[in-house]
């Protein structure tokens, strides 16, 4: 017999993402990044902060799955940055995905529902300047899904709340 376990249909609904892939936003010159040149990856956990350093720079919050003998996998979820320094913003998450403070929504979801297969990747920049146009660049190339700012949908109507259609 036919039936449809709506408490089941439920929990999938709640891993249903969008995701904004666009060809030519990431072929697009003007978004081309001059820094950084280097990317590193830590799985993100509490034990792995000591690896972070204490300079500025931008990074990412990237969902990989793990599945024995299958390709490797990932989803960008988020791009940040910070002009203070990548090791305290790194503390802050980790407090966020404790519930401590008041995290933000979209981030604490993130981190409630997929702790164990998030990486942080990240990237030393030296200048300020060159952290917050880099920010930028990568925004509006990728339009993560969580966040919640993307400089060019300010003055794009059409990319305005495009993951809340």
């Known amino acids: ?28 010159p003007a ?24 300079e500025k720079g931008i990074y990412c919050f990237v969902l990989q799955p793990k599945k024995v003998n ?19 913003r790194y503390k802050e998450y980790l407090n966020d995905m404790e519930g401590k403070g008041k995290p933000r929504p979209k981030i604490f979801e993130m981190f409630k ?25 990568l925004l509006n190339t990728f339009v993560p899904r969580v966040n919640t700012d993307i400089p060019e949908a300010k003055i794009s109507p059409e990319l305005k709340n495009l993951y809340e259609i």
């Open 1 to 28: 017999m036919y039936d449809i376990d709506f408490k089941k249909r439920g929990e999938y609904a709640l891993h249903l993402k969008k995701f904004f892939l666009h060809p030519k936003f990431w072929e697009d």
């Open 70 to 88: 299958f390709f490797e996998t990932k989803y960008l979820f988020y791009i940040g940055k910070t002009n203070r320094t990548l090791w305290k």
């Open 113 to 137: 529902q997929y702790s164990p297969y998030l990486h942080f990747y990240y990237s030393t920049i030296k200048l300020s300047s060159d952290v917050d146009s880099c920010e930028e660049k």
């Open 31 to 54: 978004k081309k990044l001059t820094e950084p040149s280097k990317w590193k990856k830590v799985k993100f956990t509490a034990a792995n902060r000591s690896l972070i350093p204490k």
